[in-house]
């Protein structure tokens, strides 16, 4: 849909937001990271008329404790892995920001 190299403020996640804006005909679902900059760059590109959610990843072993606490004898999934080669290119950075039609 939209890329844009440059750097991670928010006057390029504004550029990029624009763009991507420009690009879409119908309204989308976007996820982003959880870069505080796409807050504004996508309410000041889209408004109201996006749904936008930022996947926001917890690492470390306190994230874990946590949860075994909330959950006393629960067993906790463990995702399979995929190899790198099965993932499409612009997935593989954790930066890029992915839209998908609703």
């Known amino acids: 849909m939209s890329y844009l190299v440059g750097g991670r403020d928010a006057e390029y996640a504004m550029w990029f937001m624009d763009d991507l804006r420009e690009r879409l005909a119908n309204r989308v679902q976007l996820t982003s990271d959880g870069h505080k900059a796409y807050l504004q760059a996508v309410e000041g590109a889209f408004g109201d008329d996006i749904d936008y959610a930022q996947?926001?990843?917890?690492?470390?072993?306190?994230?874990?404790?946590?949860?075994?606490?909330?959950?006393?004898?629960?067993?906790?999934?463990?995702p399979a892995p995929t190899p790198m080669s099965q993932i499409a290119p612009a997935a593989r950075s954790p930066h890029t920001p992915h839209a998908s039609l609703a």
């Open 55 to 78: 996947l926001v990843e917890m690492y470390g072993p306190t994230v874990l404790a946590h949860a075994i606490r909330r959950l006393p004898g629960a067993i906790l999934p463990r």
